[in-house]
Antibody, heavy 119, light 111 residues
Framework: QITLKESGPTLVKPTQTLTLTCTFS??????????VGWIRQPPGKALEWLAL???????RYSPSLKSRLTITKDTSKNQVVLTMTNMDPVDTATYYC???????????WGQGTLVTVSS | NFMLTQPHSVSESPGKTVTISCTGS????????VQWYQQRPGSAPTTVIY?????PSGVPDRFSGSIDSSSNSASLTISGLKTEDEADYYC??????????FGTGTKVTVL
C-alpha cells in the first residue's frame, strides 16, 4: 500500500531555510502521471497548497510562495525534498506531503509534521 | 487569484442531511474537477469525493458530490449524518494554470 512520511526540523529560526523530506513507498515517481505534492496548514487554519513535482520532473509552485520554494525528487531513494527560504513566524504550520494520482487528485497523505518558526 | 469559498460551519442532527457549498471566484467551476477532503481533528485529510462525484473505495454512499454551473459551485452532501462525520471538509480544484487550490474549509458539527 502507499505510505508517505514527512521528516525535518520541528523548530527553525526566522530567516533560516527549511528543508523537509517526504519518504514514500508503494509507488514509483517514475510512473507516468504520478506526482508528490506539499501542502501546509497553520494551526486552526485552512489547507494551503505549496508545490508539486511530477514523474517527468515538471515542477509547479504556489504563485504566492514561488520565490521561496524549491521542490526536487530522488526517484532511487523514493524521496521528495521541499526547501523554503527566509522562514517567518507566519510559516508555522503542519506540513504534509501527498501522492498525486494519474487522474490528478491527492489520494494518500502523510501524517504531517509541525514546523514552528521562532527565535 | 482563483479562490474557492466555503461556509465556515454547518451543523445538523444525527440522521439528517447537510450540504456544503464550494463557490469559485471566477471562471467556470465545471471546467475542472473538484475533490472533497475530510479532516478529523489531529489527523491528515482523506479523500471522500474525487472528480466531482466519485467516491474512493471505502467511502460510504452517504457522501455525494455535485456541480451547479448556474451558481458556479460544487457541493458535498452527507446524508444520514453520523457523529463520526464531524470534521472539517475542504474542496479542492485547479486554477487556470492547473495549480491546486483549496477551499476555505467548513466545520461540520453533528449536534
Amino acid at each position: 500500500q502507499i505510505t508517505l512520511k514527512e521528516s525535518g526540523p520541528t523548530l527553525v529560526k526566522p530567516t533560516q531555510t527549511l528543508t523537509l523530506t517526504c519518504t514514500f513507498s508503494g509507488f514509483s515517481l517514475s510512473t507516468s502521471g504520478v506526482g508528490v505534492g506539499w501542502i501546509r496548514q497553520p494551526p486552526g487554519k485552512a489547507l494551503e497548497w505549496l508545490a508539486l513535482i511530477y514523474w517527468d520532473d515538471d515542477k509547479r509552485y504556489s504563485p504566492s510562495l514561488k520565490s521561496r520554494l524549491t521542490i526536487t525528487k530522488d526517484t532511487s531513494k523514493n524521496q521528495v525534498v521541499l526547501t523554503m527560504t527566509n522562514m517567518d513566524p507566519v510559516d508555522t504550520a503542519t506540513y504534509y506531503c501527498a501522492h498525486r494520482t494519474g487522474d490528478g487528485y491527492l489520494d494518500y497523505w502523510g501524517q504531517g509534521t509541525l514546523v514552528t518558526v521562532s527565535s | 487569484n482563483f479562490m474557492l469559498t466555503q461556509p465556515h460551519s454547518v451543523s445538523e442532527s444525527p440522521g439528517k442531511t447537510v450540504t456544503i457549498s464550494c463557490t469559485g471566484s471566477s471562471g467556470s467551476i465545471a471546467s475542472n474537477y473538484v475533490q472533497w477532503y475530510q479532516q478529523r481533528p489531529g489527523s491528515a485529510p482523506t479523500t471522500v469525493i474525487y472528480e466531482d462525484n466519485q467516491r474512493p473505495s471505502g467511502v460510504p454512499d452517504r457522501f455525494s458530490g455535485s456541480i451547479d454551473s448556474s451558481s458556479n459551485s460544487a457541493s458535498l452532501t452527507i446524508s444520514g449524518l453520523k457523529t463520526e462525520d464531524e470534521a472539517d471538509y475542504y474542496c479542492q480544484s485547479y486554477d487556470s494554470s492547473s495549480d491546486y487550490v483549496f477551499g476555505t474549509g467548513t466545520k461540520v458539527t453533528v449536534l
